[in-house]
């Protein structure tokens, strides 16, 4: 079976690809490279060698904006005889910060590289999709553990990017209920690597994100974690977040391909998290306690946008998709720091 997975370069989607691969999938990566090093392919491939698996693996860099490369994409496999059946869709740009600086560019690659795809879908009669969002959509949180039906407020150009795009769906899906099957899942925080250490998260420039900062500051790039608050109403004051596995949330779109494949039409959105709350102060702890190393510290005041608490209700995922999350906070933290033991400077 063929898939599509777009932005199959990046830190998520080439833990998908890899696990697709090692499935016996046959995967066709559309990615820009905008945020991504092609060494991450050659490292997939070396993976697959090393374990002498045969695979099916082709990789178009273009843009998902562009519908030459879109339609391009979907002609060739259609004249191959081997249409793509489903469509799991991640390119996309994902920073908060970048979003306000630079909102229609947010629009366009998100909101229009999605159109340009639903849009060739249609025409190739491809109506299999598995979608990126993000818990950013979720508003303040008025309930704790967050389920799905949580009110929806970004408050940031991403988050609206993300809403619109689920909009689409939901306009889409009642068009024409007996046609369309669409899983679009929000994600909480994906952290760590697999555990091979060759692939992971390799941001570029400062991490906006707690773990890679982690990392990096254990692996001496960064001299000190400022930690954004000690004064949130948590149990030690700091920020409480769902930290799920990367392979975990890799699975979870496995489980996804599964349960289109074994439905007529559907759209659901769905949580992918690990359903449990970690403060920084937690994270900091265990990350010590796996890896020996010390993690200096400042306090500083709250970063902008920020919430206390929020980490996800997933009884849906488990109920919907048979699936959970399987690896723990060590794990997290152990594959997260093979990876930046053994890449000290990410992919370069
Ligand atoms: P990433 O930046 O590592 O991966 C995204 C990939 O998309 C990159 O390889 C990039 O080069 C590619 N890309 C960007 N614009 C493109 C374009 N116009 N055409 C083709 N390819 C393009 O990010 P990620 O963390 O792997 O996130 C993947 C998806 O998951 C994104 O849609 C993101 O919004 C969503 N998401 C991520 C998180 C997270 O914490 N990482 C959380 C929630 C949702
Ligand atoms: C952030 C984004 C969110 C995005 C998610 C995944 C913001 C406001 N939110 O969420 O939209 O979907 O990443 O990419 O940017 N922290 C520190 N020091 C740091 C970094 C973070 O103390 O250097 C704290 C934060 O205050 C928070 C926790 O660590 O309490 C986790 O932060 P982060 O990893 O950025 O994830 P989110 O805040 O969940």
Redesign the pocket.
């Known amino acids: 079976m063929r898939i599509l997975l777009?932005?199959?370069?990046?830190?998520?989607?080439?833990h998908i690809a890899l696990l697709l691969l090692e499935r016996g999938y046959d995967v066709l990566i559309?990615?820009?490279?905008?945020?991504?090093s092609f060494n991450v392919i050659n490292r997939i491939k070396t993976y697959l060698d090393n374990k002498d698996l045969k695979y099916n693996l082709k990789i178009i860099k273009?843009?998902?904006?562009d519908k030459r490369t879109v339609d391009n994409i979907f002609f060739e496999s259609l004249k191959e005889s081997k249409p793509i059946e489903t469509v799991l869709?991640?390119?996309?740009?994902?920073s908060v910060s970048d979003s306000v600086t630079n909102p229609l560019h947010y629009w366009d690659?998100?909101v229009g590289?999605t159109l340009n795809l639903l849009l060739t879908m249609n025409e190739y009669e491809c109506h299999s999709l598995v979608f990126?969002?993000?818990?950013?959509i979720y508003g303040l949180s008025d309930s704790i553990p967050m389920s799905e039906n949580h009110n929806i407020s970004p408050i940031n150009p991403?988050g609206k990017t993300?809403v619109a795009i689920e909009n689409m769906f939901d306009d889409l899906y009642k068009s024409n209920k007996n046609l369309w099957k669409i899983c679009s899942l929000?994600?909480?925080?994906?952290v760590g690597a697999h555990p091979s250490g060759l692939i992971g998260?390799d941001p570029i420039g400062i991490p906006n994100?707690l773990f890679p900062f982690i990392t990096q500051v254990a692996i001496g790039r960064r001299t000190v974690l400022n930690v954004y608050g000690d004064n949130w109403e948590t149990r030690d004051g700091s920020g409480v977040r769902d930290y799920i596995h990367i392979i975990d949330l890799a699975q979870g779109h496995l489980a996804s391909i599964d349960y289109l494949n074994s439905n007529e039409s559907c759209l659901e959105f769905i949580n992918l998290g690990s359903g449990k709350g970690y403060s920084v102060f937690q994270i900091i702890s265990q990350f010590e306690l796996s890896t020996g190393c010390q993690i200096p510290f400042d306090i500083q005041s709250r970063r902008d946008g920020d919430v206390g608490v929020c980490y996800a209700d997933i009884s849906k995922a488990k109920k919907l998709l048979g699936w959970a999350p399987k690896k723990s906070l060590e794990e997290i933290c152990l594959d997260g720091w093979n990876w930046q033991i053994k890449n000290p400077n990410g992919y370069t």
């Not at 990126?132 to 950013?136: D, K, L, N, V």
């Open positions: 777009t932005g199959g370069a990046g830190f998520i989607g080439s559309l990615d820009s490279f905008v945020n991504s273009g843009d998902i904006r869709h991640l390119a996309g740009l994902k690659v998100n590289g990126s969002s993000s818990a950013t991403y993300k929000r994600y909480f925080n994906p998260e994100n």
